[in-house]
């Protein structure tokens, strides 16, 4: 097959690559609303108040007494009520971190009241800061619990059970002592503890002061009302995560998990793994999460759940500790941690490294490609606490992609160049052979040996340049440094696309431009580079190849359009330091350039078009 043929295959095959990644990845099912709609409105007609089921029984196996769920609240019959009024409804230590804002219920002893101080909705600092957890009585309570369950142990701390504290405010270095007597011989203590980012500490004991021995089950939790919200992308996975031991990663959708079987009663469903050591479980968001986290040196019980409670399902990551005997004047206690925060990468490092919570980077979903995701995302960061801004940052990298792939790029172009240099020779074999494709392919073959050409060179630019492409746009969707991440001028969010549009004049027309043909500055930018690199090579001599060829990247334009600013702004700048290299590989190897005499045929051809058109 001649070379143009084969450049042509290629180009489009490359281009399928691109295009059906970006529609399967990417495109599909788009979600254009950014906040809770009609989910959150369905579920807010619901009566939330019922404390979820879902902690695991022990087995027979286990030599001990089925162990009852935590206790419930009543529900309201009222329905929900706001966010202020159900936390008026008990009486809460208030949490002050760096980072965290929220209370703790003494009322049930949950931890469902945590906002973060440093996220907002918007760009803008004034919008309001990101809600992570929420308590009973509001339309979507999302909340961490963390307790003993067992059999025929007298009553046990559940949602109804007031506790006191020792203080009023649990802050950095400041912990609070909570107790309860349950009447019957058994006294209660949680200490709560938090650090200046978003990991809080809690140390369960149990006390018993009567006159039998008692076996327990330490559990801890987190659960989550409604069916939240969720961007419905491929590439980012949201809902519920774990480690479990050896087990390794467990992510399961919400409605992945509807599919699993019956668990502990008909109208729950889920997936449990026994005996694990290690790990974590918990709920995860596309910027935030929240996770139980068992002692890393205890087996334990993992599960999901899913519980319909109404029309309300109830989603519930939850660990469950071995049996706990306490002798009558013994003491035995459970320490667990809860993260409950932004999924930073250097934090979560920083966890999974001084706590030993094992795989605990795997909250953060790097995808299958990680060897190159997270390498890359170290790049970024590196640069941009070096220079201050990611944009910047986005820039430097790519020049330090192309400096390492520079000997396979040199290589490519050189061989475009010999194989520019030797069109006439070509020429002449196609013409001389054209009626025998067979003594034309292998006189080509004969050609490209001798003047040690590889005919598919030019394509390893474009191979390399894809993982990059992907690798970079799974770091800016879904690492919380990009988010609202600014550039310069109008990009205020690389992880966002450009908010600028052609339809309305960049903005000078006072109205919004549809998303489905929204066209910024930087995809145009983007678009012009590609044309021009395009109109460094020689002009196909096959017609469908020269046309494929014009409108590659006027598709790559609107194709682009609507990825993230950063994406895009890389692919620019990368683009233009490859057309000055190529410029500089051509005329050390004295081949002509092609560049300018390609932008005036364009722009003749085009011209006599709109001649003949008129005439």
């Known amino acids: 097959m001649g070379n143009d043929k084969t450049n042509m295959i290629v180009a489009i095959a490359l281009s399928l690559v691109v295009l059906l990644g970006w529609n399967y990845f990417v495109a599909a099912p788009r979600v254009e609303a950014q906040k809770q709609t009609a989910a959150q ?71 469902d009241d945590v906002s973060l101080k440093n996220y907002h909705e918007t760009v803008s600092d004034e919008s309001p800061r990101i809600v992570l957890f929420s308590p009973t009585g509001t339309a979507t309570p999302y ?85 939240p919200h969720t961007q419905g992308y491929y590439v980012l996975h949201e809902g519920m995560i774990g480690a479990l031991g050896g ?78 005997t306490v002798e009558p004047g013994a003491t035995v206690s459970s320490t667990q941690n809860l993260f409950a925060g932004a999924k930073e990468v250097n934090t979560i490092n920083n966890y999974e490294r001084d706590l030993g919570i094992k795989k605990f980077d795997l909250m953060i979903d790097w995808g299958w490609f990680y060897f190159i995701t997270k390498p890359m995302f170290r790049a970024l960061d590196f640069f941009y606490h070096l220079l201050g801004n990611f944009g910047v940052s986005i820039l430097v990298v790519t020049f330090c ?25 070509m020429t002449s074999i196609r013409e001389r052979y054209k009626d025998d494709k067979m003594k034309q392919q292998q006189a ?54 450009d908010p600028t549009s052609v339809l309305n004049l960049f903005g000078l027309l006072p109205f919004a431009a549809p998303d489905f043909v929204h066209l910024g500055i930087w995809p145009l930018v983007m678009g012009v580079t590609m044309f021009v690199q395009m109109k460094m090579n020689p002009a196909p001599p096959d017609p469908v190849q020269a046309q494929i060829f014009t409108f590659m990247p006027i598709i790559f334009t609107f194709m682009l359009g609507s990825f993230p600013a950063g994406l895009v702004i890389y692919w620019a700048w990368n683009n233009t330091l490859s057309v000055i290299q190529q410029y500089i590989i051509m005329r050390r190897n004295g081949v002509k350039v092609e560049l300018w005499d390609n932008l005036k045929g364009t722009f003749k051809r085009g011209s006599d078009k709109n001649a003949a058109a008129k005439s």
Not at 52 to 78: F, H, L, N, R, Y
Not at 277 to 293: E, L, N
Not at 449 to 455: A, M, R, T, V, Y
Request: aromatic residues 10%; proline residues 9%; contains cysteine.
């Open 41 to 111: 409105n369905q579920a807010a007609t619901q009566s939330p108040g019922v404390a979820p089921d879902g902690i695991p029984s022990p087995s027979p196996k286990e030599g001990g007494p089925a162990a009852p769920v935590p206790g419930t609240v009543p529900a309201t019959a009222a329905g929900p009520v706001s966010r202020e009024e159900a936390l008026a409804r008990s009486a809460r230590i208030r949490i002050e971190t760096p980072a965290l804002s929220g209370s703790i219920a003494l009322k049930g002893g949950r931890i």
């Open 143 to 227: 909340y961490a619990e963390f307790g003993w369950v067992g059999a025929d142990a007298g009553p046990l701390p559940n949602g109804e059970t007031v506790w006191k504290a020792d203080s009023e405010v649990l802050a950095p270095g400041k912990p609070v002592t909570l107790t309860w007597d349950n009447g019957k011989g058994l006294l209660f203590k949680r200490l709560l503890a938090v650090d200046d980012k978003f990991m809080f500490t809690v140390r369960d004991e149990v006390e018993n002061k009567g006159s039998g021995a008692v076996t327990l089950y330490p559990y801890g939790l987190v659960s989550r009302w409604g069916k």
């Open 247 to 324: 087990d390794g990663l467990q992510e399961y959708t919400y409605d992945a998990l509807a599919k699993e079987p019956v668990f502990g009663g008909p109208a729950t469903k889920g997936k449990a793994w026994n005996g694990v050591t290690g790990g974590f479980v918990g709920i995860t968001d596309k910027y935030w999460a929240a996770a139980a986290i068992p002692a890393q040196d205890v087996p334990y019980t993992g599960s999901f759940t899913e519980r319909t409670d109404g029309a309300t399902k109830v989603y519930q990551a939850s660990v469950r500790a071995d049996a706990r």
């Open 401 to 425: 992609l192309k400096l390492l792939f520079l000997p396979i790029a040199n290589r490519s172009y050189v061989s475009m160049a010999k194989m520019k240099a030797v069109q006439p020779e």
């Open 444 to 497: 080509m073959m004969e050609l490209y040996k001798k003047e040690k050409i590889n005919p598919v060179a030019g394509c390893w630019p474009v191979l390399v340049q894809i993982p990059v492409f992907f690798a970079l746009y799974k770091v800016l969707f879904i690492t919380i440094e990009m988010r609202h991440a600014p550039f310069f001028g109008w990009i205020q969010d690389l992880a966002a696309p």
